[in-house]
């Protein structure tokens, strides 16, 4: 069974620019996580969905974060524009029901110059 | 609200040595614990999980468990380390749909 694909694995931009990340789930896992882990922390959620709809989006700042899963299979992540306190690992997790049992993609690390 | 508490961020042990990893929780609900491991450049996997059931859990790569309702504790145990278990170690626990982590422990072995 594949796991949660990601790419680009290594991002790095200057600030103000823009940049977008990709995920695919598990085939079959109707709920797809993003994850902000920032250095020395624990992952931080930022999204949540539910095949194509966004189940819990409280913690994105969406002045200059969005996230889409338009056919509910693989979603992408942008920042826009990106500031230095962007830098960090970029965690995408797929789940077949609930979130007691996510499987996480290997990440995309930013650095924002 | 859901919370975890790593208490030590790092933990450097010998080899073959025993190890314990802390993780305290908060929370005033039913709860469901996690500990994730996390290699170099690597994302999270899954060690174990606590949903119900037996306090004592087991779980991959030789580590286990206890879910400790009266001390609120979900400490992580192995009982002899080898160089290949130096990663992050990561402590969760879910609220109404998403895991809420720790700020981890790096758990690092000496030869």
């Known amino acids: 069974e594949a796991g949660v694909a990601q790419s680009p694995r290594y991002k790095i931009i200057e600030k103000r620019q823009s940049v977008a990340f990709w995920c695919n789930p598990i085939?079959?896992?109707?709920?797809l996580y993003w994850y902000q882990q920032i250095l020395g922390q624990g992952p931080k959620l930022l999204i949540q969905f539910q095949n194509n709809g966004v189940v819990d989006d409280s913690q994105l700042p969406k002045d200059r974060f969005s996230a889409e899963r338009l056919k509910g299979v693989d979603s992408t992540l942008k920042i826009q524009p990106a500031k230095l306190e962007d830098s960090a690992v970029y965690l995408c997790?797929?789940?077949?029901?609930?979130?007691?049992?996510?499987?996480f993609g290997p990440g995309t690390r930013l650095t924002v110059l | 609200a859901q919370s975890v508490t790593q208490l030590d961020s790092q933990v450097p042990v010998f080899e073959e040595a025993p190890v314990e990893l802390r993780c305290n929780y908060s929370s005033s609900v039913s709860v469901y614990l996690f500990w994730y491991v996390q290699y170099p450049n690597q994302g999270l996997q899954l060690l174990l999980k606590y949903l119900s059931g037996s306090t004592l859990v087991k779980g991959i790569n030789g580590f286990e468990a206890e879910f400790n309702k009266s001390q609120t504790s979900f400490h992580l145990r192995k009982p002899s380390v080898h160089i290949s278990d130096t990663a992050e170690y990561f402590c969760?626990?879910?609220?109404?749909?998403?895991?809420?982590f720790g700020t981890g422990t790096r758990l690092t072995v000496i030869p």
């Open positions: 969760a626990s879910t609220g109404a749909n998403n895991l809420f």
């Open positions: 997790a797929s789940s077949y029901a609930g979130p007691n049992e996510q499987f």
């Open positions: 085939s079959g896992h109707a709920t």
